[in-house]
């Protein structure tokens, strides 16, 4: 997929670049990138690679270095952007959120017109680049994207930064929405709505299938009216979409919620309500136990850098005493403690791996509940004295830890997950 996002101001516009494209950071993985354009210094460009962090680590430190008053920005899930480019047009650099299925007989067409491409991604062209250079085969910019429309077959949205302004173009049948936020003195193009809220701006409109505009901070200029037919990705309200965006006026949480209750009038199950669960509402606890917590991109790694941006995530800590909550004790006195964000929540669901554990017979199930396995200590561990003392040690450490988990007052389900995946090593806890 892939999201960006464009601003141009009369004022310095990198703050709200920044943020502005860290709100599609949902839509992508793989890359990102954010260029400026200045008078005195010109254009101004870096790419990171977001395949082991996250967009604010990487760019945050390098905020001082971009200048202007305008600018664009790229989650992407494919090739490095953005790219810039010196034509007969003029100066500009370009980000495309893009499903080019012809691109190698494009390819193909364009060095046959000995054109050539400079930016190579795994061996691969650089499909940006290739949008690039069909809008420099147009006489103007407006031309040049219309050869973009009548040439790839798919999907391409683009946003170009020149040295007069935005343009942005949406796909010609509008299956990747741009959307257009304004406040005092700015005006901004996006691929989520979401981002605007935060940053000021009010939506203005949305942009029609195949519609050209140019953005000043002074207004918006329509350079190509929108085609009459729409077929819009409907997986931006089902998967892709941020909860609190809109796409062409429709919120993608309203759209969600009432799949769900069409889905529910057919569904003969016997139950009090059915709703969608916003990510705000869910807490990820991973079960650590006693061991230590994550490191670096170990998170990202076990749940996934999706999951990591939309929903908070903590590591639980047995010696953090102040998020430790006591319930009671057992029959033989001791002391039963939950973590304190796991006994707030209305539901948890625990994912875990029933595999052989030496001090508890198996792990998983009820231990998974357990804040802090040594306050079992009083409970001996399993010696090398031999089987029968060993397993009857064992057999009192289980009773123990039932005695411990049946003090639970929250509905518990478990999950067995299969392999050494991610379901092995994390509980999830719904309704913080």
Not at 203 to 220: F, K, L, M, S
Request: with cysteine; aromatic share 8%.
């Amino acid at each position: 997929m892939g999201g960006f996002f464009g601003t141009i101001s009369r004022q310095a516009c990198k703050a709200d670049l920044f943020y502005g494209t860290d709100y599609n950071s949902h839509l992508g993985t793989r890359r990102a990138g954010m260029a400026t354009y200045d008078p005195q210094r010109g254009f101004i460009r870096k790419i990171h690679s977001l395949e082991s962090t996250y967009f604010r680590t990487k760019f945050e430190c390098e905020l001082p270095f971009f200048e202007g008053n305008s600018g664009i920005g790229v989650i992407s899930d494919t090739d490095p952007q953005p790219i810039i480019f010196n034509s007969h047009l003029g100066k500009f650099a370009i980000v495309t959120v893009a499903k080019i299925a012809n691109i190698d007989e494009l390819e193909k067409r364009m060095l046959a017109a000995n054109h050539h491409f400079a930016e190579l991604s795994s061996g691969k062209i650089n499909q940006t680049e290739l949008v690039a250079l069909l809008i420099t085969e147009g006489r103007d910019f407006v031309e040049g994207i219309e050869n973009v429309y009548n040439s790839v077959k798919g999907s391409c949205s683009m946003l170009l930064l020149t040295e007069n302004g935005i343009i942005a173009a949406r796909d010609k049948l509008g299956r990747t929405p741009i959307v257009i936020g304004k406040k005092g003195g700015a005006y901004a193009a996006s691929s989520e709505s979401t981002c605007f809220p935060n940053l000021d701006y009010q939506i203005d409109r949305y942009i029609g299938p195949g519609e050209i505009v140019r953005i000043t901070a002074d207004g918006v200029e329509q350079l190509r009216k929108p085609n009459e037919e729409m077929q819009i990705c409907s997986f931006l309200w089902v998967y892709y979409g941020f909860p609190t965006s809109c796409y062409e006026g429709v919120n993608v949480e309203k759209v969600r919620f009432d799949s769900g209750v069409e889905m529910g009038r057919s569904d003969n199950s016997d139950v009090d309500c059915a709703c969608g669960i916003p990510d705000s509402d869910i807490l990820i606890v991973t079960a650590t136990g006693t061991h230590r917590a994550h490191m670096g991109d170990e998170q990202a790694r076990l749940l996934g850098e999706d999951i990591c941006r939309r929903i908070r995530v903590i590591d639980h800590d047995c010696r953090d005493t102040a998020h430790l909550v006591h319930v009671g004790d057992t029959s033989r006195g001791t002391p039963v403690w939950f973590n304190s964000y796991a006994i707030a929540c209305d539901k948890i669901i625990i994912t875990c791996g029933v595999v052989y554990h030496f001090l508890a017979g198996f792990g998983g199930g009820g231990q998974m509940l357990l804040a802090r396995h040594r306050r079992l200590r009083d409970h001996p561990a399993p010696s090398q004295a031999g089987p029968e003392p060993r397993l009857r040690q064992r057999h009192q450490r289980r009773r123990a830890q039932r005695q411990h988990g049946g003090h639970q007052h929250f509905p518990c389900r478990h999950l067995r997950g299969r392999g050494h995946g991610p379901a092995l090593l994390r509980s999830q806890c719904g309704g913080q």
